[in-house]
């Protein structure tokens, strides 16, 4: 903390990691940026987590772009023995005009060329307003829909889900709504390291005597506060929840007259629940059948209760299943659109609720409308002024690089994703980057993905830039740049424009605020908000007039579906993909650390989260160590059907016996070398969280 000599300015944004969206402060002397402090924003009046507070000089590494690279033409084939060390001797630096006709001509060539198809990957990083051009620059100037971000790699199955079953994609209610509830459910979400700030306010739930039931494969920091833990088997979540609410069901403990005023199903619903008794149910997902009956007593008989979810469950090929037996459990209770009470997948990154609400998503234009909707799509082409695009939803991220290697996808555009550490089963992943005809990555730094790049362009920080993002409340807040890009880098924003101009789209934005006010002419979500008013405010959606600071809670009198009922969807119990075997005995949980964001290339680059983690690790509960004959801080060697690392093990009781937690933000031990592409299939998620394991000793000198 300083006093205010420390600084000679001081600028109000939004934080850059994780959904939560706090607000802070950035305090600037000199042109960089000292010291960062929360404020009063919506979701965290004043709190910041680590990341927020420390991990800000990621912005003045010297490993910033800072210069627009062209691929030489001696470079040495792309391919996956690169030394990582010499990868920008392989680039030349350029002109912004030669780098950006160079981007252009190479994405232009291969539109012409009949069959052939351009990608993109926008990112859950940048603004609303970058994603929105983003999306409409593959839509309007290469026809179709092959246009996708990290949201599939997260939450796809949970919006799957939702959309069929509440017909909205995003939470009923915000998470601070905790305060007004008796119960919360918070179920493959690990808050105390994802969304610290939000886990305060679940803490703050419990100190005053709300109930917090936990389940998790693992067992989380919430643990300690939890009045129950459900620590179950991998993969049987829909056991689980089936037999909670086989309880409900049996015990006649469901909300009959919520269930007839706002949803259909219900008949079916129940009978299709009789066979998943708890004590049937309990063996499969490990959980006694009494603590299932418990918990199902505790849940349906409050007054309000909340449920909150995260990759755990949407990270398998059953992601959607499991998001629709949570939906159900809440209905069947009523308890949604009420104070304390609704539904809120936990979103990842900073943006990543606005960006799928601008329309960076393959089946949706913005606002989830229908990419198959002739009537949707002429309106969006009435506002463009050219463009016509493809009726067929597009291609997703694994389904992209399944294309690469087949040849119907020859050129990509990637926006500040890193698919060659993001995606699973990596190396496949790497192999399609590699033969790509031509790669346009736009970055801050030369990530994994950029490697392969034929075109690369210095972007902005998300400090260094302006533009509104979206959190997982549906708060709309206003980024403000605190300091300059460096060198030659750009705000991402005017890349893309200047981009689209080579590619013959008709832009002519010259800030921002422009790109808001056309979002708006076709995303009734941002009806009444609008530029100036986010100058001075958050406005969470919907906003009911220009006064409404937005709605915390929404569908308390029916949902934006037929006749206003929201759905029963019965899920079924489906194995893994890949069941643990005697050559892969173990189980593998990927997932992301407090002091890492996703595949490291800003936190592992802030000098204070570094020092707090420096070093790739795993967790194995203490008796699995002694069974590999292992110390803790000794080396072991994960290996799966798709490849090897060799990582740093720790011992966790919070682990169960048989699995290992890796964190997929480290390079040198790529989590992603080992996880398995096999999707859900509505949501087309990866099953991060579950894949065959061997683990061995590793003598080390
Ligand atoms: Fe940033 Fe999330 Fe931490 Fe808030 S909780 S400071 S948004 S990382």
Known sequence: EGDSKDFDREVESVCPFCGVGCQLSFKIKDNKIKYVEGVEGPANENRLCVKGRFGFDYIDHPHRLTKPLIRREDAPAKGLNVDPGNVLTHFREATWDEALDAAANGLAKLREDKGTRVAGFGSAKCSNEEAYLFQKMIRQGFGHNNVDHCTRLCHASSVAALMENVGSAAVTATFNEIENADVAIVIGANPTENHPVAAT????????????????????????????????????????????????????????????????????????????????????????????????????????????????????????????????????????????????????????????????????????????????????????????????????????????????????????????????????????????????????FLTETANYADVILPASAWAEKTGTVTNTNRQVQMGRPAVSPPGDAREDWWIEVELAKRLGLDWTYTHPSEVFAEMKLNMKSLDNITWDRLEKTAVTYPSLDETDPGQPIVFGDGFPRAEGRAKFTPANVIAPDEVPDAEYPMVLITGRQLEHWHTGSMTRRASALDALEPEANCSLHPRTLRKLGVEAGGMIRLSTRRGSVLVMARADRAVAEDNVFLPFAYVEAAANLLTNSALDPYGKIPEFKFSAVRAEAVETI
């Open 201 to 444: 306010y679940f803490k703050q739930f419990t100190k005053r005597g709300g109930k917090l039931i936990i389940m998790d494969p693992r067992g989380t920091g919430m643990k300690r506060h939890a009045s129950h833990m459900l620590q179950f088997k991998p993969g049987a979540d829909v056991s689980m929840l089936n037999a909670i609410m086989n309880v409900i069901v049996e015990e006649q403990l469901y909300d009959q007259q919520y269930i007839e005023g706002y949803t259909e199903g219900w008949e079916d619903m129940k009978s299709h629940l009789a066979g998943f008794t708890p004590e049937k149910m309990a063996p499969i997902c490990g959980i006694e059948a009494d603590v299932l009956r418990d918990v199902a007593r505790t849940f349906a008989t409050a007054k309000a209760g909340m449920i909150f979810w995260g990759m755990g469950i949407s990270q398998h090929i059953h992601g959607t299943d499991n998001s629709r037996c949570l939906i159900s459990l809440a209905l069947m209770c009523g308890h949604v659109g009420r104070p304390g009470a609704g539904l809120h997948p936990l979103r990842g990154q900073n943006n990543v609720q606005g960006a799928s609400d601008a329309g960076l998503i393959p089946m949706f234009l913005p606002d989830y409308q229908s990419v198959m909707d002739d009537g949707v799509r002429s309106a969006f082409t009435d506002v463009w002024g050219s463009g016509d695009f493809s009726a067929q939803k597009g291609l997703t991220v694994v389904e992209i690089m399944d294309a690469v290697h087949a040849g119907d996808i020859r050129g990509m555009y990637v926006l500040g994703e890193n698919p060659a550490m993001s995606d699973p089963d990596v190396d496949h992943a790497r192999h399609a980057l590699a033969k790509l005809e031509h790669l346009v990555v736009q970055d801050i």
